[in-house]
């Protein structure tokens, strides 16, 4: 290639264009022309497809990082509360803890229930 700019196809389809071989020659040169623009086309698709490849594998991985953190924090926060009777028997079953607290005393507290248990303050604590 005598231009780092020009493509080699197309500098060989001036060259032939130049030298003047004949209808073969021109033929030739545009055929080289219409090759390097199919392939200057293909490349670029192929690069927007792996743009958007790319793109959803990342929302795809973001998505799964998100569902992986809920997991982490799944049942780490209570999901309702339960009002017990003064013999201590479970009397009544609340989503909110302040509506809970209206149907105890002032000293009193709901007991928050969990889907699973929470965790303890020496889970998730290595040792070592």
């Known amino acids: 290639m005598t231009d780092n700019t020009k493509p080699e196809a197309l500098d060989l389809a001036d060259w032939l264009e130049a030298v003047g071989g004949g209808p073969s020659a021109k033929r030739c040169a545009a055929l080289l022309r219409e090759q390097h623009a199919r392939i200057t086309e293909l490349e670029s698709q192929l690069a927007q497809r792996f743009d958007a490849a790319d793109m959803a594998t990342a929302a ?35 989503l909110d803890q302040r509506e809970a607290q209206m149907f105890l005393e002032d000293d009193e507290r709901p007991t928050p229930l969990y889907t699973h248990p929470p965790p303890t303050s020496a889970e998730g604590v290595e040792h070592g």
């Open 60 to 94: 795809a991985q973001g998505f799964r990082d998100g569902v992986a953190s809920v997991a982490a924090n799944a049942g780490s926060e209570p999901i309702a509360w339960l009002v017990c009777t003064e013999e201590g028997d479970p009397s009544m079953v609340f």
